[in-house]
């Protein structure tokens, strides 16, 4: 069965739609998955869903924490996707740890799905 990661694109041939159908999954997945934020007292500036979308985009991409920074300016259909105001500049490695980490934390919890 072949997946979105097989469909990967070479590099210099990022097609901005098909990083859509990523983003767009990954927000899918965490809506049901995680919170919308943290904690109450969070300065919701990014949803932890938000920043879970720039995780699974940076790994789909195989980069960094800065070339994802990268991609999100060059592609504005990119980010209005993810329904980002802003770019996650510096607290895009912390924020995306926590997420993944409570994200892990639930998949773990419930156990498989039959």
Avoid: W
Wanted: glycine share 2%; hydrophobic share 40%.
């Amino acid at each position: 069965m072949k997946t979105l990661f097989d469909e990967r694109p070479d590099r210099e041939d990022i097609d901005a739609t098909l990083l859509i159908r990523v983003v767009n999954i990954a927000l899918r997945i965490a809506t049901r998955s995680v919170r919308e934020y943290s904690d109450k007292k969070s300065p919701k500036v990014f949803t932890q869903r938000q920043l879970l979308a720039c995780l699974v985009l940076k790994t789909y991409l195989k980069t960094t924490y800065r070339g994802v920074v990268e991609q999100l300016v060059l592609m504005p259909a990119v980010r209005e996707a993810i329904g980002l105001k802003q770019i996650p500049h510096t607290r895009l490695p912390v924020t995306t740890r926590r997420s993944a980490h409570q994200l892990m934390h639930i998949s773990r919890a419930s156990g498989p799905s039959s």
